[in-house]
């Protein structure tokens, strides 16, 4: 959990789901999934950016650093 809510800043809203992410230093990269109002989303943090999967359910609305944007398919790719 204190990388979900920690480094990737993961807040659970009603309007949405907010993430504000980083990778530690000496960090590859990291990655979870979680469940979100019956919708499976896919979180990959890489130095390259921020890929947000629909692994499942309806398209979600994400916000990412206070933008909003609209995870729809399963090739989203949201740069950090």
Known sequence: MSVISGFAGLRLKEDGIYLTPFLPEGWNRYS?????????????????????????????TIFLYGNEYLVESKTDFISC
Do not use: H, W
């Open 32 to 60: 979870f999934r979680f469940v979100y109002r019956g919708s499976c989303i896919d979180i990959k943090v890489e130095s390259e950016g921020c890929y947000c999967t629909l692994i499942s359910g309806n398209p979600t």
